[in-house]
């Protein structure tokens, strides 16, 4: 059997970066619904004919290893929508209760203690935390929302929160 890692793009953000050459978008949200649901048809076509549901079948052709969304700024989005992302990954293959690593870009600027709770509900156990300075000028400077002390913040919750 071989291994999978998915990538998941989400290319929206609360503000473009200066530093960002990744695809990104900070005035589209209006989209944000639209482009879940082309999302999650492309992950059921995709991993369908890839991965069958009881990967103890010997015949299994896949199994996921690890999944990775990334952005953009997948946290600037409703939290609702990345457990839409995993319950489709998780109707073609159950990996819930597999320990695989599964982790999310977030922005300090852009999460909350429930859409922590909710990444962990979704499966999600590594957190990408953008943090590229500790300096708030320089945070402001290159286009980040956040400050260092939100970084704190967020920080202490997820470790309270045990993701």
Known sequence: MKEL??????????????????????????????????????????LEPLVIKNLSLKN???????????????????????????????????????SIEVTIEMNPGTVTKQELIDYKKAGINRLSIGLQETDNKLLKSIGRIHTYEQFIDIYKLAREIRI
């Open 5 to 46: 890692g998915i990538y998941i793009h989400i290319p929206f953000c609360i503000k473009k970066c200066e530093y960002c050459d990744f695809i990104s978008y900070y005035d589209k949200n209006i989209y944000i619904e639209k482009y879940i649901k082309a999302l999650k048809k492309e992950i059921k076509n995709t």
């Open 60 to 98: 299994s052709q896949y199994k996921i290893t690890t999944i990775y969304i990334g952005g953009g700024t997948p946290s600037s989005i409703p939290s609702k929508y990345i457990l839409e992302i995993m319950n489709t990954i998780n109707k073609i293959n159950n990996i819930k209760n597999n």
